[in-house]
């Protein structure tokens, strides 16, 4: 049952079983283990970057194509619940659904659109015109303001059902009451742990095999008979649609959507660090960065921040230390990550018991 | 020509039992080498464009969005030649180039602010001094952080592309935020030099000083790098090595030099281009270098990878496209640069003008 459910790709490790049960139960029991809206609203954003980076990764550590548009397909889906939620009184289901479909087919046609057009030629053709691509579609939701908010973005109120106010039932369950924001928390970890399972699913899939012989040799998957533009679009569009997805969840979950935190490219080098730091082409990868990634972020900081006020007196070390700097440090782990070890922290695990056996 | 040649010459001895089966014709000893054809298309694409505007808004707005199109491109054109020139050489597309871009604008302010006396000077002599000296820093520093680069992040994966991507991303996250450990994460003021200030009037037409600036050293650079490109010995090596890295490899030639020359000569045009952005901008952040290298990938696209005629071109023809549909169309104004991309690309799939081993 579990192999089936894992689509046989087992951890293949006891100790990142071991990390990756533990990452599984407690974001499953976050909103018990945790009190305070902090700590559930780091488990929810680890549970949609996972989703968020594994899709990416099916286009860089499983394809080997390099897109900068991923951002733009996120902050599609996004937008695409926010704006019809937001341009009605009484938010409905059917509402949401519609918005969500109507960011699923622009999404489509899109990644259809730039795959044909630019994944023919070269991959660092595709970096650079998915680069240009997504920035101007940034721009373009920022300066759109009477129809996407601008740069404020747009907040909303979301179906009853998940809006913080309701109740499900008067008693709480394990000293938790049962309001919309758990519910919320359950839909988004839910939503997250589907998606994931079915990218888990795709990338052991024949079809998944085929986009992995396209990255190690592209011309040698030609000749075998394999169509590999097809397979490339495809993997495209697929990546786009989880990534779409990931962005509608993080749309219910905030219930705002706005550019900073879905188009901008800050998000766009958040997902290309934790791919490479987590280990680019295993899924595994996508859960155990993200969750470093984002503890991190949240975390990390203050740390940062109490080392930066104890150097105070060392000019460049304190602003080096200061907490906006934390992307110093994780440029520099990526950087030498893709040196020393390119396969990631689950990569070098697996390597581990691999050898050891 | 051949064929014509060849077949007389097969007839004049038929039965030649020692005459090679298919006699070789050499043409004339006067021909000219086979040539290049010429390619001018592109090039009227620019005048084409700039006259097509001309009906649709007052000729003095025109002579001033045409300036501006102008300095800005050629702005662009500097910060972009770098990129394809490295690219067309060793196939290295550097996405840590507007690192250099900001790294080259915030060490001129090392000059500029310290001397802000001289900038206020009303003596152009003076101001374009200074300038010159913020300059000259600016490229030199650029250069030997390009070298430095080039042997330490980009030498172990020449080849790569996939990892030269990712690799150089990472270089410019790490520099952007040294940037803004070194000269803190506000804003810098970079105030222009009082000559160079407010604008001349060609009858009703506005034309600002610092733009009339960014066209003349754009031209000089860019004749500059025409004339190093196709007079000089180490122009002839770059443009063989463009064709065929190998083939100059097996001359002889230390083409790994080469590749360090050509990386730190881009990387102070780079420089250059950062100040000559930071002075129209007014204002520098760390990440303007990442921003403009959006519109800096998309010239180098139009212009067709390594091309540096064809990054001159299309970094003209952006930035006058983008003028032109921001005044007419202000929303539009915003996409019209991945239109344009997408229109040259359906007419020359590879951009304007092709070069090396595609």
Request: net charge positive; with cysteine.
């Amino acid at each position: 049952m579990l192999v089936k459910l894992l689509s046989a790709d087992l951890p293949r490790s006891r100790l990142l079983a071991a990390i990756l049960v533990a990452i599984f139960l407690g974001l499953l029991f976050a909103p018990f283990l945790f009190s305070g809206a902090r700590p559930l609203n780091t488990a929810a954003t680890i549970c949609i970057y996972i989703v968020l980076v594994a899709s990416y990764d099916l286009l860089l550590g499983y394809t080997g194509i390099v897109s900068f548009a991923h951002t733009m397909f996120y902050g599609i889906g996004a937008y695409g619940i926010g704006i019809a939620l937001a341009s009605v009184e009484e938010p409905t289901w059917g509402i949401a659904l519609a918005g969500l479909g109507l960011a699923l087919v622009l999404t489509v046609l899109l990644a259809l659109l730039i795959g044909l057009f630019a994944l023919r030629v070269r991959a660092i053709f595709y970096a650079m015109i998915t680069l240009a691509v997504a920035s101007s579609f940034a721009l373009l939701a920022s300066q759109l303001s009477d129809f996407t908010g601008g740069e404020d973005g747009r907040t909303f109120s979301v179906p009853e059902l998940l809006s913080p106010g309701f109740t499900l039932m008067e008693s709480e369950v394990f000293g938790r009451a049962v309001d919309g924001k758990l519910i919320t928390y359950y839909v988004v970890f839910f939503g997250a742990l589907l998606l994931f399972l079915f990218l888990l699913r795709l990338v052991n899939s024949p079809f998944g095999r085929v986009l992995q012989a396209i990255r190690e040799n592209e011309f040698r998957a030609e000749a075998l008979g394999y169509r590999t533009v097809v397979y490339r679009v495809w993997a495209n569009v697929l990546a786009a649609l989880v990534a779409a997805l990931a962005g509608a969840l993080m749309a219910l979950w905030l219930r705002y959507v706005g550019p900073k935190t879905t188009l901008g490219f800050e998000v766009m080098t958040d997902i290309l660090l934790i791919v490479v730091i987590g280990g680019m082409g295993t899924m595994y990868g996508a859960v155990v960065g993200a969750t470093l990634f984002i503890l991190a972020q949240n975390y990390l900081k203050e740390l940062m921040g109490h080392a930066s006020e104890a150097l105070a007196g060392v000019p460049m070390l304190a602003a080096a230390l200061h907490p906006d700097r934390w992307l110093l440090w994780l440029g520099v782990l990526f950087i030498l990550s893709i040196y020393f070890f390119p396969v990631g922290i689950v990569g070098k695990l697996r390597l581990r018991s691999y050898l050891k056996r | 020509m051949t064929t014509s040649t060849r077949v007389p010459a097969a007839q004049e001895n038929p039965d030649a039992g020692t005459a090679p089966p298919h006699p070789v014709s050499l043409p004339p000893a006067d021909t000219p080498l086979p040539a290049a054809r010429r390619d001018i298309l592109p090039l009227l694409l620019v005048p084409a464009v700039a006259l097509a505007v001309l009906p649709f808004v007052s000729l003095p707005s025109w002579v001033t969005l045409t300036v501006a199109g102008l300095a800005m491109g050629m702005m662009m054109f500097i910060m972009a030649s770098g990129l394809t020139l490295v690219f067309g050489l060793m196939s290295v597309l550097n996405f840590g180039h507007g690192a250099f871009i900001s790294v080259g604008a915030y060490t001129a302010t090392l000059v500029l602010l310290p001397m802000r006396s001289w900038l206020e000077m009303d003596s152009l002599a003076a101001n374009l001094g200074v300038l010159g000296l913020a300059v000259t820093v600016a490229m030199v520093v650029t250069a030997l952080i390009g070298w430095a680069f080039e042997r330490i992040v980009i030498m172990p994966v020449y080849g790569q592309h996939l990892k030269q991507i990712l690799i150089t991303m990472g270089g410019m996250i790490v520099s952007e935020q040294l940037i803004n450990v070194i000269w803190g994460a506000e804003q810098i003021a970079l105030p222009l030099p009082a000559s160079l200030r407010g604008a001349i009037f060609l009858g009703d037409a506005a034309i600002e000083k610092f733009r009339l600036l960014a066209v003349v050293v754009g031209l000089l650079v860019f004749a500059a790098m025409f004339l190093v490109l196709n007079r000089t010995r180490i122009g002839l090596l770059i443009r063989a090595g463009v064709e065929n890295g190998e083939m100059v490899e097996a001359m002889g030639y230390r083409i790994r030099r080469l590749f360090v020359g050509v990386f730190a000569a881009g990387s102070a045009l780079a420089g250059l281009g950062g100040v000559m952005w930071g002075m129209y901008k007014e204002t520098l952040v760390a990440h303007m270098g990442s921003e403009v290298m959006v519109l800096v990938f998309i010239i180098v696209i139009i212009g067709g990878l390594g091309s540096v005629g064809g990054c001159f071109i299309g970094a003209l023809l952006m930035a006058l496209v983008t003028n032109y549909a921001s005044f007419l169309a202000p929303k539009f104004g915003l996409v019209s640069n991945i239109v344009l991309m997408i229109a040259i690309l359906l007419w020359r799939p590879a951009g304007l003008y092709v070069k090396g081993r595609q």
